[in-house]
């Protein structure tokens, strides 16, 4: 019976070439041909019943059996789904649909495929799981499944394709852990499961795949010490685990256990512990990067036996003791003559930079040792690096001059000496970098005039040597570079007029010249910079009237303030729609003051100082326009005047009453609608506004909330830039995760928190979403107007952020006591002044935003609360579970006791964020360990040491005022101290501390107006 069994089988696989079966491949591809949208058919037009089937275009037959054995369709941009029918070539060996715009689910009747070796689906828009039913494809070699949107996990029946080789799930959202059945797949070489959301730790089963060549891991939320499996697997020549949470430290024998490394990416981990040293034994390394973890001591010199190194990556860490011989791997890495990248950025360097840079690879492209504790000059011979493109030694200690030879680096792009100690003048030899892009100098203390050879730039588009020492007048030749985009000379000492620059800047989008001693009628040619956003001009003397700009309707911030200019103030501003702020206080401005446009909105117009104004919105507080009538004739005709007087008095009365009885009848009407509304627990909360936007707008707006949007996360969200097409606004879009607990509550609260209180330090809280997502699941979002210089945390802790969101320079002191200046005037508006007082409960540096104008904004109002109607219960587990995480160091102690809130509380968390504002150090710094806090360390400093727990990069900044530094600072410290006392009743009130700050603030600008004279 067996026998005849078997014959039987090989007698149907004999007869299935010569029968019906290539009918059944037609038909299968005809079928998949028919779920191809229609206007993507034609590359598909010789799949016809009048053609051969071998003949298809994409097709290929087996020779001897004439089935379809491959199909390749890869990069065709179809458009459409994977009809079940492919299940039906039987013969098929490789089948490639990579590259195309295919959705839908992969249709199990894939795992029918047995003689399948090849599968590619790779960049399509597939959704669903990876089908079980692929292990039955057991012949599989490869199998790549990357840049899809599959999810469910990664199939533990995977792990009985025996023979796979090379595996791509990569760029999925898998999710789940990696199943232990994947050490089975003891054949493969290459592995790219990157970005898939995969969490868990590594499988010990790992170390079974000893022929594994490539295994990328990065972008996943893979847990755990490094993986001891992977130790095993010393034929290892490129491992990617960048991006994941793995911790602890690197055995020491790292580099004996895996020799054949030769691209190690291990960046944005939690490693902690030294580099080890083995590392150089790999002697075929290329690239290493071990950025962004929490790695400690000193760089080891013996890299430089690595021959082959061209990229090494050891930024954000803490390697370095702020000390000399931090700076030794220097000199060994000048064998290494493949170098191409060296980034040892924000780490404790500290020591001179040694003259041995000069002598590093000439075939160098990138040296940045950003933000470290490097002092001493930059090397003479700094021009024998004639491929460098990007150097970047700023926020250090550096001094002495730019060295001559810098105009050697013909190849340089991008160069950045910014906020060190250097001085000296700005050497002419720069202008012989004709490709230079992006030049900043500032905040140092060059001095001399600009040399007109910077107008030999021609794609220059950032010029920055702002707080300097510089004088004389600004070069003509500067304002003709026609790629301008960001022209910086702000807070230095030039004089003369602007230059009236023949042709305008057509890229030109910031100028700022503010305070300086520049002086003269303004260039009418500023009209025709129409690209112009941004313009800086205050602190000038500058007479005479505001020239015609009436073209630049794209201007988003003008500052004319504190000037000498003249005459009436120009009616079109009011017309310009994406004007933000507008400064003309301190002048001689004089006339009625405009009531239409932008001019009824005192948050965008600021006009104080100007003592022959008049008219104007009541919340600029001008007198009156003086209307000069002529004096009415005592006649009948007064009489009648009275009388007509009279009577529109009387109808005007009796108007006013029908409105008030319409008022009140409305409002009865909108409490019982609100009563009547049970189905919703968020309905109310909704009902403050007009307009409330869909899940799918919103999905849209933030290219379905893609990570390229993702701009922050808050308490019990993430947080999206969106662009909103129908308004062509960019706003904030706050997601909540209704996972986590008492999400959906910090909703409600932060709707109603925000509904009736306006002020112009205040986050916009602009419309929210309650809507269901498109899985059927329950979906809140709340819509912010949009900050785009961030949050204040990305200011004050810079190392801390990824490099491309990284602000491109730092706070000035000023800059700094004008946001705490903002927040302060904001917390005694909720405390004072709302109609019912609020305590706000969080505030920290990531709870305050930075417009354009790096004005403060106070967000995030998910755990306010109104002070006469706090719900005591739910404010003690945000301060006693998850939540007190976030706002360790910042909670007033009463509250970690289970206090009330309240005004106290919030003083006390401002008085914390402005120590950390002006320090640079957060409470909870690892220096802050035991009875040491970021109070008493400070108190310990002043007034004698204020310079030395100062936050470095106000030093840095160039400052040179009448008012001394140290004073200003401890100054404002004090306030810092005041605001957070153990005891509430002894910390200062919102009004007290902001008289104090403003004093402070008055002394230091008339301080720094007398020193400019």
């Known amino acids: 019976m067996r026998l005849f069994l078997l014959f039987s089988f090989s007698a149907l696989m004999l007869?299935?070439?010569?029968?019906?079966?290539?009918?059944?491949?037609?038909?299968?591809?005809?079928?998949?041909?028919?779920?191809?949208?229609?206007?993507?058919?034609?590359?598909?037009?010789?799949?016809?019943?009048?053609s051969p089937l071998c003949s298809w275009k994409g097709v290929t037959c087996g020779l001897k059996h004439k089935r379809v054995t491959r199909l390749d369709l890869g990069g065709w941009e179809l458009v459409g789904v994977i009809s079940p029918s492919i299940g039906n070539l039987s013969f098929l060996i490789s089948l490639d649909l990579s590259n195309n715009s295919i959705g839908g689910t992969i249709p199990?009747?894939?795992?029918?495929?047995?003689?399948?070796?090849?599968?590619?689906?790779?960049?399509?828009?597939?959704?669903?799981?990876?089908?079980?039913?692929?292990?039955?494809?057991?012949?599989?070699?490869?199998?790549?499944?990357?840049?899809?949107?599959?999810?469910?996990?990664?199939?533990?029946?995977?792990?009985?394709?025996?023979?796979?080789?090379?595996?791509?799930?990569?760029?999925?959202?898998?999710?789940?852990?990696?199943?232990?059945?994947?050490?089975?797949?003891?054949?493969?070489?290459?592995?790219?499961?990157?970005?898939?959301?995969?969490?868990?730790?590594?499988?010990?089963?790992?170390?079974?795949?000893?022929?594994?060549?490539?295994?990328?891991?990065?972008?996943?939320?893979?847990?755990?010490?490094?993986?001891?499996?992977?130790?095993?697997?010393?034929?290892?020549?490129?491992?990617?685990?960048?991006?994941?949470?793995?911790?602890?430290?690197?055995?020491?024998?790292?580099?004996?256990?895996?020799?054949?490394?030769?691209?190690?990416?291990?960046?944005?981990?939690?490693?902690?512990?030294?580099?080890?040293?083995?590392?150089?034994?790999?002697?075929?390394?290329?690239?290493?990067?071990?950025?962004?973890?929490?790695?400690?001591?000193?760089?080891?010199?013996?890299?430089?036996?690595?021959?082959?190194?061209?990229?090494?990556?050891?930024?954000?860490?803490s390697l370095g003791s702020y000390s000399s011989g931090d700076l030794?791997?220097?000199?060994?890495?000048?064998?290494?003559?493949?170098?191409?990248?060296?980034?040892?950025?924000?780490?404790?360097?500290?020591?001179?930079?040694?003259?041995?840079?000069?002598?590093?690879?000439?075939?160098?492209?990138?040296?940045n040792l950003r933000l470290n504790f490097i002092s001493g000059t930059i090397p003479y011979d700094i021009g024998n690096l004639k491929s460098l493109k990007r150097l970047v030694l700023s926020?250090?200690?550096?001094?002495?001059?730019?060295?001559?030879?810098?105009?050697?680096?013909?190849?340089?792009?991008?160069?950045?000496?910014?906020?060190?100690?250097?001085?000296?003048?700005?050497?002419?030899?720069?202008?012989?970098?004709t490709g230079l892009e992006k030049l900043y100098l500032s905040n140092n203390s060059f001095e001399g005039t600009i040399p007109p050879s910077l107008a030999q730039f021609k794609y220059m588009l950032s010029l920055w040597v702002g707080s300097n020492k510089l004088n004389g007048t600004i070069p003509h030749e500067i304002m003709q570079i026609p790629s301008l985009f960001h022209l910086d000379l702000s807070n230095n000492s030039f004089t003369g007029c602007l230059p009236d620059f023949i042709n305008p800047l057509e890229r030109l989008g910031t100028l700022s010249v503010a305070h300086n001693k520049l002086s003269g009628k303004l260039p009418q040619v500023l009209g025709d910079c129409l690209?112009?956003?941004?313009?800086?001009?205050?602190?000038?003397?500058?007479?005479?009237?505001?020239?015609?700009?009436?073209?630049?309707?794209?201007?988003?911030?003008?500052?004319?303030?504190?000037?000498?200019?003249?005459?009436?103030?120009?009616?079109?501003?009011?017309?310009?729609?994406?004007?933000?702020?507008?400064?003309?206080?301190?002048?001689?401005?004089?006339?009625?003051?405009?009531?239409?446009?932008?001019?009824?909105?005192?948050?965008?117009?600021?006009?104080?100082?100007?003592?022959?104004?008049?008219?104007?919105?009541?919340?600029?507080?001008?007198?009156?326009?003086?209307?000069?009538?002529?004096?009415?004739?005592?006649?009948?005709?007064?009489?009648?005047?009275?009388?007509?007087?009279?009577?529109?008095?009387?109808?005007g009365i009796a108007l006013l009453l029908m409105v008030f009885i319409a008022y009140i009848s409305l409002r009865w009407f909108r409490k019982r609608k609100k009563n009547q509304q049970t189905s919703d627990p968020t309905s109310s909360a909704l009902e403050?506004?007009?307009?409330?936007?869909?899940?799918?707008?919103?999905?849209?707006?933030?290219?379905?909330?893609?990570?390229?949007?993702?701009?922050?996360?808050?308490?019990?969200?993430?947080?999206?830039?969106?662009?909103?097409?129908?308004?062509?606004?960019?706003?904030?879009?706050?997601?909540?995760?209704?996972?986590?607990?008492?999400?959906?509550?910090?909703?409600?609260?932060?709707?109603?928190?925000?509904k009736d209180i306006r002020h112009r330090n205040l986050v916009k809280l602009l419309t929210a979403c309650s809507s269901i997502d498109f899985q059927g699941n329950d979906f809140r979002a709340l819509i912010y107007e949009f900050m785009p210089n961030g949050s204040l945390d990305m200011w004050l802790h810079p190392e801390e952020v990824e490099e491309i969101r990284r602000p491109s320079r730092t706070l000035t002191l000023f800059e700094r006591l004008n946001i705490a200046i903002d927040m302060i005037y904001v917390l005694d508006y909720l405390h004072v002044y709302c109609h019912e007082p609020l305590a706000h409960c969080d505030l920290k540096p990531s709870n305050v935003l930075l417009d354009d104008d790096l004005n403060g904004h106070i967000s995030d109002f998910g755990i306010a609360r109104l002070l006469m109607k706090f719900d005591q219960e739910s404010l003690f587990n945000h301060l006693s579970s998850a939540g007190v995480r976030g706002t360790i160091g910042y909670a007033a102690p009463e509250y970690g006791m289970g206090g009330q809130p309240s005004m106290h509380g919030d003083v006390y968390s401002f008085g914390v964020l402005l120590l950390?504002?002006?320090?640079?150090?957060?409470?909870?710094?690892?220096?802050?360990?035991?009875?040491?806090?970021?109070?008493?360390?400070?108190?310990?400093?002043?007034p004698e040491?204020?310079?030395?727990?100062?936050?470095?990069?106000?030093?840095?900044?160039?400052?040179?005022?009448?008012?001394?530094?140290?004073?200003?600072?401890?100054?404002?410290?004090?306030?810092?101290?005041?605001?957070?006392?153990?005891?509430?009743?002894?910390?200062?009130?919102?009004?007290?501390?902001?008289?104090?700050?403003i004093l402070i603030k008055e002394r230091f600008f008339k301080a720094t107006r007398t020193a400019r004279r």
Not at 20 to 45: G, I, R
Not at 535 to 542: A, H, I, K, R
Not at 554 to 563: I, T, V, W, Y
Not at 916 to 942: C, D, H, I, S, W
């Open 328 to 367: 030794e791997f220097l000199k060994a890495l000048t064998n290494c003559t493949q170098l191409r990248t060296l980034s040892v950025r924000l780490n404790r360097l500290g020591g001179d930079l040694p003259t041995a840079i000069s002598n590093l690879s000439t075939n160098l492209q990138q040296l």
């Open 916 to 942: 950390e504002m002006f320090t640079g150090k957060r409470p909870t710094n690892e220096l802050f360990e035991g009875n040491v806090t970021l109070q008493n360390y400070t108190k310990l400093a002043l």
């Open 688 to 754: 403050v506004f007009h307009e409330k936007i869909s899940y799918a707008y919103l999905r849209n707006a933030t290219d379905g909330f893609s990570s390229r949007n993702l701009i922050g996360s808050s308490s019990f969200g993430t947080v999206f830039k969106a662009l909103l097409p129908r308004e062509n606004k960019v706003v904030a879009v706050k997601v909540l995760n209704l996972k986590r607990r008492g999400a959906l509550k910090s909703f409600m609260r932060e709707c109603e928190s925000l």
């Open 108 to 317: 199990h009747q894939v795992g029918n495929l047995f003689r399948l070796e090849y599968l590619d689906m790779s960049y399509n828009f597939l959704i669903g799981d990876i089908p079980v039913d692929l292990a039955n494809c057991s012949r599989l070699l490869e199998l790549d499944l990357s840049r899809n949107d599959l999810g469910g996990g990664v199939p533990s029946e995977i792990g009985s394709l025996g023979k796979l080789e090379i595996l791509y799930l990569g760029f999925n959202n898998l999710g789940g852990k990696l199943p232990a059945s994947f050490g089975n797949l003891t054949s493969l070489t290459d592995v790219i499961l990157c970005s898939s959301k995969i969490e868990g730790r590594i499988p010990d089963d790992l170390a079974r795949l000893n022929q594994l060549v490539s295994l990328l891991l990065g972008g996943n939320n893979f847990t755990g010490l490094f993986p001891p499996s992977m130790y095993n697997i010393s034929s290892l020549e490129v491992l990617d685990i960048f991006g994941n949470g793995f911790s602890g430290s690197l055995k020491p024998d790292f580099g004996n256990l895996l020799p054949n490394i030769q691209y190690l990416f291990m960046g944005r981990n939690n490693f902690t512990g030294p580099i080890p040293t083995t590392l150089s034994n790999i002697s075929n390394l290329q690239f290493l990067g071990i950025e962004y973890n929490k790695m400690i001591g000193r760089i080891p010199t013996s890299f430089g036996k690595l021959k082959n190194l061209r990229i090494v990556a050891l930024h954000g860490n």
């Open 531 to 651: 690209s112009l956003e941004n313009l800086y001009l205050q602190g000038n003397s500058f007479d005479g009237d505001i020239p015609n700009i009436e073209g630049l309707m794209g201007a988003k911030r003008l500052d004319f303030s504190n000037n000498n200019l003249s005459g009436s103030i120009p009616g079109y501003f009011a017309n310009f729609s994406s004007l933000e702020y507008l400064n003309l206080s301190l002048n001689n401005f004089e006339g009625k003051v405009p009531t239409e446009g932008k001019f009824r909105n005192a948050k965008v117009v600021t006009v104080y100082g100007n003592k022959d104004l008049c008219g104007g919105i009541k919340e600029l507080k001008l007198k009156p326009c003086i209307v000069h009538a002529r004096p009415m004739k005592t006649t009948s005709h007064s009489s009648l005047s009275k009388k007509v007087a009279i009577g529109v008095t009387s109808a």
């Open 945 to 997: 040491r204020v310079l030395d727990i100062a936050d470095s990069s106000i030093l840095n900044s160039g400052l040179r005022v009448g008012f001394p530094l140290g004073e200003c600072l401890t100054l404002v410290l004090e306030v810092g101290l005041k605001c957070c006392e153990e005891s509430p009743k002894n910390r200062l009130t919102t009004s007290g501390a902001r008289k104090e700050l």
């Open 395 to 433: 926020k250090n200690l550096l001094s002495g001059p730019l060295p001559n030879s810098i105009g050697k680096l013909s190849s340089l792009v991008d160069l950045d000496v910014s906020s060190n100690r250097m001085s000296g003048d700005i050497p002419s030899s720069i202008g012989n970098i």
């Open 15 to 50: 007869l299935e070439p010569y029968g019906f079966t290539d009918e059944t491949d037609k038909k299968a591809l005809l079928d998949f041909k028919s779920q191809v949208s229609e206007d993507k058919q034609d590359v598909l037009s010789s799949w016809n019943n009048s």
